[in-house]
């Protein structure tokens, strides 16, 4: 059986992206303890200057730097990494629960035949020092605990937000070894023509630290100018249940909940949201969770740490001010 | 244009789920299954592109006798015919064992594009799809809000869901499409749907008429086993904030920074 952790290393817009830095943190740990090497793994074009801060956590950081990777599209990235887990065998294969990890982690698992665990919350290493990996079912409402036994590298994505990331290890600085890409750009199937991005996006809902979501008590599209307005004070995103995105008031991809993103933000505020169970097991791991509702009945309160029974059009404004207030002062 | 739908009985979203005593498993009793919502948007848009192009829209399931329900509930939206994947040697399946009997009986099958839902909101595993295309050998894009198709060139340009804004992708078919809410407004079963559905064709397979060994399906053939399931973390009781509204809200920013301190 093969050794070694390797984490793949996400760049978006030309820096490394945090879940990164999670996975390597967790990944250190479990290196340490079956004595094994932690290595990263970095495609893209021009990002050698990246490889510098991989090194500080990683002891080897293997890096492809081609102009046929500057975007990524499944073909040119499945075929370098396999090759790569195919030549070196590592026993664990660890991705972000990203848009990109969750598109490239079941078409390598494939191909090199093994196990992969999906949108994990947790890692661990069992007593036999196989990778045990949480993750969430039915969007939360329960939590499995999933292992690959025979087959190698054991794999799995991780979402943002979940591993703590600790900093690295002072003057730490791994090898860092360049592969050429020797891909064939004729055996590439799909072309990313274009790139659009929403107007106004902050932070991805699935990676945000903070949400303040509305529901079907916002009344109306025009009303979740409040919201934006707090979320502005707060660097929040704006988010939504199921009830405002199918009455047109918010775009799909705004919806949180089963059908929708299933997000793990530090602080959740739910606005006029009564808490259906959909919705609750998409927001239901979020550190912690305020509910602002007029109707004390509501479903939300039995999961929130702090609710206020009271009409929101009252409530929001004056939440802004005081967040306002605070955050000038600090 | 021949269309394949890779679908998924699931709980409805609405269904409280309980574990068993032992972890082995949740509570099935009572639950309502439906088909998986991201499931609807790939059926639905099979049924627009057969209307627009012609050919046969072709439902596949992989599931207990009850799964026999959502492809009815196919049928009836308009779908030409269907596939049943279903032997207790099939039970257990993760998702690369779920692809690799999914692709065994679509090497049979004649088809220009595969739609598969984004995931099941049963195992959320979102991998089937992927992996699917892989065992195919196909190209594969996910999370599609946009699919238009060139039949004359063969070729797909799909808008994809990304962090933060969208891709537009340049695809050649046949390729398999995983499906996000948004791609369209997936149609009601009407009545005289339901009933032609009564005749359309389920066809079922069993492990002998797949053509797989017992050991490539079902728990056997999965790369993954699952220990046990758990309850989410419980959350301790939270506070509800009273009094005065100003009072309420400077008290909630108040805990918010100093107990929760997340602000």
Known sequence: MGKGIWVFAEVKEGNIRKVTFELLSQGKKMAEKLGEELVAVLLGSGIEGLTGRLAEYADKVYFVDDPILAQYTTDPYATIITNLLKEHQPSIFLCGATVLGKDLSPRLATRLQTGLATDCTGLSLNEEGLLLAKRPVYAGKAF?????????????????????????????KGEVIKVEAKVDSSSLRTAIVEVVKTAGAKVDLTEAEIIVSGGRGMKGAENFKILEELADVLHA???????????????????????????????????????????????????VIVAINKDPDAPIFQKADYGIVEDLFKVVPLLTEEFKKLLSES | MNVIVCLKQVPDTETLIKIKPDGSGIVTDDIKYVMNPYCEFAVEEALRIKEKFGGQAVLITMGPARAVEALRTGLAMGADRSIHLNDPAFEGADGFATAKALAEVIKKEPFDLILCGKQAVDDDLAQVGPSLAEFLDLPHVTLITKLEINAEQKKARVEREVEGGKEVVEVKLPAVFTCQKGLNEPRYASLPGIMKAKKKEVKPINLAALGLGAEEVGAAGSKTKILRYIPPPSRPPGKIIAGELIDCVKNLVKFLREEAKVV
């Open chain 1, 144 to 172: 499995i605990e999933v292992v690959c036994p025979n087959s190698r590298p054991q794999m799995a994505s991780v979402r943002p937000n979940v591993l703590p990331m600790v900093p690295p290890e002072s003057g730490k």
């Open chain 1, 237 to 287: 995103t704006v988010g939504a249940s199921r009830a405002a995105v199918d009455s047109g008031w918010r775009d799909h991809a705004d919806q949180v909940g089963q059908t929708g993103k299933v997000v793990t933000p530090n602080l959740y505020i739910a606005c006029g949201i009564s808490g259906a169970i959909q919705h609750l097991a998409g927001m239901g791991s979020s550190k």
